[in-house]
């Protein structure tokens, strides 16, 4: 069965780092490209950024390019998504999520909530 | 880059309607095209992809249609688990993007 289990919940202030994981199981883990996907409060889903752990080839999004950054750990099966300064405007959940083999995103990881006080 | 555009949002409906939700591309997508239901406090999960194919273990009242820039999901049938908000999402080899939305609610 394949599982996405994203890390927990943080709080954190402006300014703080955070880096949040999405342990994989159930598959090829370097096989399959692993997105991210950020849900701000009330709003729509926006794709981050995609990783293929294979060979750790990474796509932004333009509008997060800079601002995070994604990585991957072959040997525990695990994909990242860092901050290195927060912003208020940060807080959201984010969603891990497997990409198929045609591309549409079949499994999602639960969700992480970061809340970031200003 | 590519935008997507959905209408309406939001769709107001009843049960046993046939609901219709149009998702139009700022360029031609093909067919790389899914349709996802999410309902709040949840993950997305994949209804359609490839603009037409039917995710195993999704009911058959779900359909997709369309090619190019223009495409719709139809729910046949409207049940009450099917309040929800749907989104497209355009994908290919080095972006994946989503349309706004579109929340089908209680008339």
């Known amino acids: 069965e394949v599982q996405l289990v994203q890390s927990g919940a943080e709080v954190k202030k402006s300014g703080e780092s955070l880096k949040i994981s999405c342990k994989t199981s159930?598959?090829?883990?370097?096989?399959?490209?692993i997105a991210w996907v950020r849900q701000m409060p009330g709003k729509g889903l926006e794709w981050m950024g995609i990783i293929y752990p294979g060979d750790s080839d990474i796509k932004y999004s333009p509008s997060f390019q800079g601002q995070v950054t994604i990585s991957a750990d072959t040997s525990i099966r695990t994909a990242y998504l860092q901050w290195s300064s927060l912003k208020a405007s940060d807080t959201a959940i984010y969603y891990c999520a497997r990409q198929g083999p045609v591309g549409a995103i079949g499994y999602w990881g639960q969700g992480t909530l970061v809340t970031v006080s200003s | 880059d590519i935008q997507m555009t959905q209408s309406p949002s939001p769709l107001s409906a009843s049960v046993g309607d046939r609901v219709t939700i149009t998702c139009r591309a700022s360029?031609?997508?093909?067919?790389?095209l899914a349709w996802y239901q999410q309902k709040p406090g949840k993950a997305p999960n994949l209804l359609i992809y490839?603009?037409?194919s039917l995710e195993s273990g999704v009911p058959s009242r779900f359909s997709g249609s369309g090619s190019g820039t223009e495409f719709t999901l139809t729910i046949s049938s409207l049940q009450p688990d099917d309040f929800a908000t749907y989104y497209c999402q355009h994908y290919n080899s080095s972006s994946l993007t989503f349309g706004g939305g579109t929340k089908v609610e209680l008339k």
């Open positions: 490839k603009a037409s």
């Open positions: 159930g598959y090829s883990f370097t096989t399959y490209w």
């Open positions: 360029q031609s997508v093909s067919r790389w």
